[in-house]
């Protein structure tokens, strides 16, 4: 094939060196163990000079020959574990048992983050993702090709002063907290991934250094470091990434910017810190600003600022003036009429009929009552008679939550029936109306009816002309709704399938995850439709589940015998709870998973870098819920305990009363 193409730009090739990029091959050195120059990808991507590596890879310039059109292609090529022969395309990886095993768990992630990556092209600041694929021993990410001129070249002139460097950063820190917020972490932020377009935008670039490669797998993190940029955990072997590497790598990226001086290497810093906060690119910032860049830095990942809204807020919050006019005095507060004399309470009415179960429900739920009966005791009531009137006044009224909790550890007449009773139609009708999804909230009505908020992308929020509903589940991009007769509806993205479930019956509970969803049917067998790239839907062989729940990539059952099985990929050990028992309710988060034992104390397993897995010493809880990285449990007594990432005050809810359901 005659390729008329300058390797450098792409452009009709005019002889080197090129008259529009100025690239000339005889010139290129250090490039030994990149691709040759047109080379021909998965028969259809050309593949040019090196535009760029990092830790995890190597960024070419190329073009799909198919469309015509300019791209970036990001090769897996992890430091440290892999090499190449120059002028060769095969890949040469490293056979030890810790090189094999970081080859295994680091494609699978790279490949899986890419196809993450390829969810967020609502992202202005993000470059789109076009296609992944595996060849030569390795995997591809083909991206958009990003015209203009990285931060890195920019700086190249000298350091910028803040009025023109805050129009860079402030648009790339929202744009990384919109990432966040989607579940990746980049861990390679550098001047050199951030890039002014023509038009003056932002865009970040090699988003495949994919979150948590090589971080538990025996391959030390050092290989993904950058002198500079990245913070102390990046240099351990168990480090643990999260939002807050980003932030400290952000910030770093923000120092070399205005004072045009690379920080010491984190790991310099431990013995003596000797980065110097008194340059004049720095002194010149507000001072609330530079106190934030310095938090934002901070050596230690828990002393550090945790997300990108908590730094933006920091470094770009307005300094409020006082008022110079002095404040009136306040009027003396004039004198009120007496209160009038409050009616006379009338009668009780008589209490509604409860609305009996559908029986389709029955058998699921008779088996969870058998395990949460137990739950909360040990609570110390002091007026026994009262609380029982109480409780049945509000299972009369089908505030079943709020007399589970009355009648939790009561231990008079009949109030462990009353305590089944009421949690019986409390799973029912209380934990089933409301599901929270990525970007979407869902809420089931007393009528059956649906009603959704949020970003409606590919219609997940289509649920307006949903009938008798009786619970609803939402994943990361789709909605999920269980009828009365035992069939399911479903609204969204369907690009795995996870939407394939109008054939479903005899469904008991529903459950979404990133992108599959779980069925439970009334004979405790369950099915599953959606990704299944981790085996996050086998589970065809499972018997005896009175409950499921669906994580990111993994799906978690609970037997009637209070065991838990679970399937899926287990980076973390998110999967490593066949020892739990006497559990009566679980969760699945992004990585970790939660169970509520009968007793009311709670066990978890999985990813534990924000303490989202520190419930060891919970008590009288009553139910558990899990978000991305925090999790929250319900206490007997109506108030909350939460543990987990703290950044948007999630976990502030110790203030909370009176609460039903977290």
Known sequence: MEINKCMGCMSDFRGYPCPVCGFDPGKVTGNEYALPLQSILASKYLVGRVLGQGGFGITYIGLDMTLERKVAIKEYYPAGQVSRAPGTR???????????????????????????????????????????????????????????????????????????????????????????????????????????????????????????????????????????????????????????????????????????????????????????????????????????????MAIMAKQRTQTMAELEQGLFAEVKQPDPKPQPKPEPPKPQPPKPEPPKPEPNPEPKPKKPLPKWLIPAVAAVVVLASGIGMGIKVTQPARDYKAAQALLDAGEYGKAMIKLAGLNYKDSEKLSQEATQNYWVTQQLSLAAGSEHTVGLRSDGTVVAAGYDKHGRCDVSLWTDIVAVAAGYGHTVGLRSDGTVVAAGGNGFGQCDVSDWRDIVAVAAGSGHTVGLRSDGTVVATGDNDDGQCDVSGWRDIVAVAAGDWHTVGLRSDGTVVATGINPFGKLDISGWRDIVAVAAGYCHAVGLRSDGTVVAAGWNGNGECDVSLWQDIVAVAVGTDHTVGLRSDGTLVATGATGFNRCNVSSWTDIRTP
């Open 90 to 296: 095969a890949l040469t990886w490293y056979t030890s048992s810790n090189a094999s095993q970081a080859r295994q768990e680091g494609m699978e992630l790279f490949l899986k983050e890419a196809r993450k990556m390829a969810r967020l092209d609502d992202i202005p600041g993000v470059v789109k993702v076009r296609e992944v694929f595996q060849e030569n021993a390795t995997a591809y990410i083909v991206m958009d090709f990003v015209e203009g001129q990285t931060l890195k070249s920019l700086l190249k002139n000298g350091p910028l002063p803040w009025e023109k460097a805050k129009d860079i950063f402030r648009p790339a820190i929202q744009a990384m907290e919109k990432v966040h917020q989607a579940g990746l972490v980049h861990r390679d932020l550098s001047p050199d991934n951030l890039m002014i377009t023509p038009d003056g935008n932002v865009k970040i670039l090699d988003l495949g250094a994919a979150k948590d490669l090589s971080v538990n797998s025996g391959a030390s993190s050092m290989q993904v470091a950058k002198g500079g940029f990245s913070p102390f955990e990046q240099y351990t072997q168990r480090g643990g990434s999260g939002s807050w590497t980003d932030v400290y790598a952000m910030a770093a990226t923000i120092y070399y910017t205005l004072t045009g001086i690379i920080p010491p290497v984190a790991m310099d810093r431990i013995e003596e810190d000797t980065i110097r906060w008194d340059l004049p690119g720095l002194t010149a910032l507000p001072a609330s600003a530079l106190e934030s860049l310095k938090k934002a």
